[in-house]
C-alpha cells in the first residue's frame, strides 16, 4: 500500500505541483507517535537513570529532523564560505554533533539557560536566532547577531551566553549563571558546555566544587568528540570517563549521537536539578566530521576510514530518518536528501536547503558594520564619549 | 560613638544659647569616618537599596571580612547575600561574572589584588570585553574589589599595585579611592553602574579616619566615576595622584606651603576613564606637572599622563618636563628600610616637585 501510494504521488508530483498531490500525502496514514528503545546510560553516583524508551511524537520528530539538518546545512555552509574566504579567522564546525545541540533544548525550556565555548553555531541556532543572523555575524556585517562585533565565537541570545573563546572560562560562567537561578528562585537551569580537551581545566573543578556546595543547579555537560583540537583524549587525560570526573556529583554517559537518548537524558538531568539535590555532569559521546577549525584537515590525528565509519553508522540525521521512516512517522518523500528534480511537494530538505541559500545570500550582500561604530558598545547605560583610535587625532564616538 | 554624640550634642546645642554664659562650648566635632567604614557603609546601603546586589569572596561573611571591611554583613543580609567562597579565585569571579550575565548585581572581592591574577581571565575577557564583542547585547554589571598595591612588610607576592594593569583594558572601569568619602562614594557608584568596575582599595587606608561632610551621609551619596577631584587648590605646580599617595602629595605640600611653593593637588579618584580634563586645566595653569604613584614606573598610571600631556594642549603650557614619582623598579623587599625606600615617600615627592621647579 505504501508503494503504490508512494509511485502514484511521484506522477503527480512529476506532473505538477498540485493540491492533488499534497490531498493524497495528507490522506496518508502517518503514525502519530511511535515508542523507540534508547540506549541506557552509564551511571556515577546515581541509583536510577534516564528511561531506556522513549516517545517520539510525529510532530517533534519533523521539527527535530527540520533543526538538525538546518544545523547541518547551515555549518556546511560556513565551510563554503569559509574557503571562499568570506569568512574569515576563527571558524569551528558541528557538524556530526547536531544531536547534542537539538537533543539539549528538547529537553529543557526556553526559560532554561545555556552556555558553550566556541562551537557555537548550533547552540546560537537551536536557542533561538536564525541563520540569517548566524552567517551574517561569521561574514563580519551589520545584519550579523552581534553586527560584526564578535565573529565565530561571540554570540549571544536570551538565555543563551555565547559563544566563548576561552577554553573552560563558560564553566564557572555557568555555574554563576545557575547561582541566579536558584538565587531567583524560579526553577531554572543553566546547561554548562565543555569539550574533552576542556575538561582537564583547573577552573572546572573549582566549578564542580562550588556548584556541588552550593547546590547550584548546574548541568554540567562534557560534549566529548574524542579529540580536543589534534589531541585524542587518550593522550590528554588520565581519566577519560568524563562522567565521572565531577567526583562527588552524580553523572551520566549518554548516546550524544541519537538525539532521543539525548533529549532523554537531559529532561532526567533537568529534573534533577530542578528538585533542588544540586549539580549533575552528563558526558555526551559525539564525532565531529571537520577538523577542529577550518585551519585543520582533521585527519593528521585520525584516519579518514573512522571518520567516514561514524558517518555510515551513527549521523545523527540519518538515524533519526531511518527511525522516522521505518515507524511510519513520516515519509522519505517528506524528509527527502536529495534535491527535488521535478518540483512539487514541499519537502524539509529543500526548504532548509532555501532557507540556507537565502540567509548565505544576505550574509554575502549585507554591508560591513560602518567604521563609525567601531567604538560602540564599550560601556553600557553610558552617555557618549570619545574613543581614541590608531592615533591621537583618530577619535571615535563610544555610544552604548 | 560619632553617630551617639551626635544625637547628644544637638539638643544640647538648643540648650546652649541659655546657658552660653555659663558654659564655653566648642565648635561640634564633624563626623570622622574610616576608610573601612566608609566601604562597610557603601555596601550595606547598596544591599538593602537593591535585592539583586550580593557579596562573595573569601572570608567575607562569617570572619567579617578578611580586612573587617564587611564586618556586620552576612548577619544583617544572611548565607543568600554575603557568601563565603572556597579559595578558588578563578572559579568564583567567573561564576561572579556569569552572575551579572544573568541580570544579578555582584561585588566580588579579592582578599588582596595580588590573588586577582589567578582569576584575571575572568575580569578581562569575560567581563571587560563582552558588551563590546556581543555588540551592546550583554552587560556585565559587576563590582571587583580588594586591597591593591603595598600593604606593610607582606613582601613581593602581597604588594602589587594592578592600577596600570586594569587600567590598560577597554571595557573595564577602574576606581581608587584615596578617602573615606572617595570610599563611599566610589564603591556605591560603582554598584549602581552596569559595566564591569575594579575598585582598588588600599589596606593601610583601611583604618585611618576622615571628616565625613554631611552630603556623603546620605544614601544616595554618589561620586561620579571618571571625575577627578582637586584636593589642594595651587598655582606654581600640579601633582597628580591616586589612593595612599594622596595623602603624602598633601603632606608634601604642607612643607612647601611654608617655602612658598604653592602645589595643586589633584586626586584622580579615577583611573579608567581618566579625567584628563581636569589635569589638563591645572597644568595649563601651574605650567608643571609632578605624578605620583605607588605602582613601578614602566608603563604605568604616571606614564600615561604624561604621554597624554604631550598629545594635548597643555603640552605647550609646560616650563619644565613632566616627571613622575613611583614605587622602586623592583619587587617589593621585605626589611623595612627596604620597603620604605621602595614607594614614594614625602621627601621624594618634595624633591621631584623642587626639581621640577628648579628651585
Redesign the interface.
Known amino acids: 500500500m505504501r508503494k503504490m501510494l508512494a509511485a502514484v504521488s511521484r506522477v503527480l508530483s512529476g506532473a505538477s505541483q498540485k493540491p492533488a498531490s499534497r490531498v493524497l500525502v495528507a490522506s496518508r496514514n502517518f503514525a502519530n507517535d511511535a515508542t523507540f528503545e534508547i540506549k541506557k546510560c552509564d551511571l556515577h553516583r546515581l541509583e536510577e537513570g534516564p528511561p531506556v524508551t522513549t516517545v517520539l511524537t510525529r510532530e517533534d520528530g519533523l521539527k527535530y529532523y527540520r533543526m538538525m539538518q538546518t544545523v547541518r546545512r547551515m555549518e556546511l555552509k560556513a565551510d563554503q564560505l569559509y574557503k571562499q574566504k568570506i569568512i574569515r579567522g576563527f571558524c569551528h564546525l558541528c557538524d556530526g554533533q547536531e544531536a547534542c545541540c537539538v537533543g539539549l533544548e528538547a529537553g529543557i525550556n526556553p526559560t532554561d539557560?545555556l552556555?558553550t565555548a566556541y562551537r557555537a553555531h548550533g547552540f546560537t541556532f537551536t536557542r533561538g536566532l536564525s541563520v540569517r543572523e548566524i552567517l551574517a555575524e561569521l561574514t563580519g556585517r551589520k545584519g550579523?547577531?552581534?553586527?560584526?562585533?564578535?565573529g565565530s565565537m561571540?554570540m549571544?541570545a536570551k538565555n543563551f551566553?555565547?559563544g566563548?573563546?576561552?577554553v573552560g572560562?563558560q564553566?564557572?560562567?555557568?555555574?554563576?549563571?545557575?547561582?541566579?537561578?536558584k538565587?531567583?528562585g524560579k526553577d531554572e537551569v543553566?546547561l554548562t558546555l565543555y569539550g574533552d580537551g576542556a575538561a582537564n581545566q583547573?577552573?572546572i573543578f573549582?566549578?564542580y566544587?562550588?556548584a556541588a556546595?552550593?547546590k547550584l543547579p548546574c548541568i554540567f555537560i562534557c560534549e566529548n568528540n574524542r579529540y580536543g583540537m589534534g589531541t585524542s583524549v587518550e593522550r590528554a587525560a588520565a581519566s577519560t570517563d568524563y562522567y565521572k570526573r565531577g567526583d562527588f556529583i552524580p553523572g551520566l554517559r549518554v548516546d550524544g549521537m541519537d538525539i532521543l537518548c539525548v533529549r532523554e537524558a537531559t529532561r532526567f538531568a533537568a529534573a534533577y536539578c530542578r528538585s533542588g539535590k544540586g549539580p549533575i555532569l552528563m558526558e555526551l559521546q559525539t564525532y565531529r566530521y571537520h577538523g577542529h577549525s577550518m585551519s585543520d584537515p582533521g585527519v593528521s590525528y585520525r584516519t579518514r576510514e573512522e571518520i567516514q565509519e561514524v558517518r555510515s553508522k551513527s549521523d545523527p540525521i540519518m538515524l533519526l530518518k531511518d527511525r522516522m521512516v521505518n515507524s511510519n512517522l513520516a515519509s522519505v518523500e517528506e524528509l527527502k536528501v536529495q534535491s527535488l528534480v521535478h518540483g512539487g511537494l514541499k519537502e524539509i530538505d529543500v526548504e532548509v536547503r532555501k532557507e540556507i541559500e537565502d540567509a548565505a545570500q544576505f550574509a554575502t550582500a549585507d554591508p560591513e558594520p560602518p567604521l563609525e561604530e567601531l567604538g560602540?558598545?564599550?560601556?553600557?547605560?553610558?552617555p557618549p564619549?570619545e574613543?581614541r583610535g590608531a592615533n591621537?587625532w583618530i577619535k571615535f564616538k563610544s555610544v552604548? | 560613638m560619632a553617630a551617639v554624640s551626635g544625637l547628644v550634642r544637638r539638643p544640647l546645642r538648643e540648650v546652649s544659647g541659655l546657658l552660653k554664659r555659663r558654659f564655653h562650648w566648642t565648635a561640634p566635632a564633624a563626623l570622622q569616618v574610616t576608610v573601612r567604614d566608609a566601604i562597610n557603609q557603601g555596601m550595606d546601603e547598596e544591599l538593602e537599596r537593591d535585592e539583586k546586589v550580593?557579596l562573595l569572596g573569601e572570608e567575607v561573611a562569617q570572619y567579617d571580612g578578611a580586612y573587617k571591611v564587611s564586618r556586620g554583613l552576612w548577619k544583617k543580609y544572611g548565607d543568600?547575600r554575603i557568601?563565603d567562597?572556597?579559595i578558588?579565585e578563578?572559579?568564583?569571579?567567573?561564576?561572579?561574572?556569569?552572575?551579572?550575565?544573568?541580570?544579578?548585581r555582584p561585588i566580588c572581592e579579592f582578599m588582596t589584588f595580588n590573588f586577582s591574577m589567578q582569576a584575571i581571565?575572568?575580569v578581562i575577557?569575560?567581563a571587560a570585553k563582552?558588551?563590546?564583542?556581543?555588540?551592546?547585547?550583554?552587560?556585565v554589571?559587576i563590582v571587583f574589589r580588594g586591597p591593591n598595591g603595598a600593604s606593610a612588610g607582606v613582601a613581593a607576592q602581597h604588594s602589587q599595585c594592578f592600577a596600570a594593569w586594569y587600567g590598560h583594558c577597554?571595557?573595564l572601569?577602574v576606581v581608587s579611592p584615596w578617602n573615606s568619602e572617595d570610599a563611599k562614594g566610589l564603591i556605591k557608584s560603582a554598584i549602581r553602574?552596569?559595566?564591569p568596575v575594579v575598585v582598588l582599595e588600599n589596606e593601610l587606608m583601611y583604618g585611618v579616619p576622615f571628616e565625613f561632610p554631611p552630603e556623603a551621609q546620605s544614601k544616595d551619596f554618589l561620586i561620579p566615576i571618571g571625575k577627578a577631584k582637586i584636593e589642594r587648590q595651587g598655582t606654581h605646580i600640579t601633582v597628580v595622584s591616586h589612593s595612599r599617595p594622596v595623602g603624602h602629595c598633601l603632606e608634601a605640600a604642607a612643607v612647601l606651603s611654608k617655602e612658598g611653593v604653592e602645589c595643586e593637588v589633584i586626586n584622580m579618584r579615577t583611573i579608567r576613564?581618566m579625567d584628563m580634563e581636569t589635569i589638563e586645566a591645572s597644568v595649563m595653569k601651574t605650567n608643571h606637572l609632578v605624578t605620583v604613584e605607588g605602582g613601578w614606573p614602566q608603563f604605568g598610571v604616571g606614564a600615561e599622563i604624561c604621554a597624554r600631556i604631550m598629545?594635548g594642549p597643555a603640552f605647550n603650557f609646560l616650563d619644565a618636563p613632566a616627571v613622575r614619582v613611583t614605587g622602586a623598579d623592583v619587587p617589593m623587599p621585605y626589611a623595612k628600610i627596604l620597603e620604605d625606600n621602595s614607594i614614594p615617600q614625602v621627601k621624594d615627592i618634595i624633591f621631584a616637585i623642587k626639581k621640577t621647579l628648579n628651585i
Not at chain 1, 376 to 382: A, Q, V
Not at chain 2, 130 to 139: C, H, I
Open positions: 539557560h552556555i550579523g547577531c552581534a553586527k560584526g562585533k564578535g561571540h549571544y551566553y555565547g566563548n573563546g576561552i572560562a564553566v564557572p560562567l555557568g555555574a554563576g549563571i545557575a547561582l541566579a537561578c538565587y531567583n543553566c583547573g577552573q573549582e566549578a566544587n562550588m556546595l552550593w560602540y558598545h564599550i560601556y553600557s547605560s553610558d564619549f574613543v591621537q552604548s | 550580593f543568600k557568601i567562597t572556597p578558588s578563578m572559579g568564583f569571579a567567573g561564576i561572579a561574572v556569569g552572575a551579572a550575565m544573568a541580570g544579578l581571565d575572568q575577557n569575560s563582552t558588551y563590546y564583542m556581543s555588540g551592546g547585547l550583554q552587560p554589571p577597554p571595557g572601569k553602574d552596569n559595566n576613564p598629545e
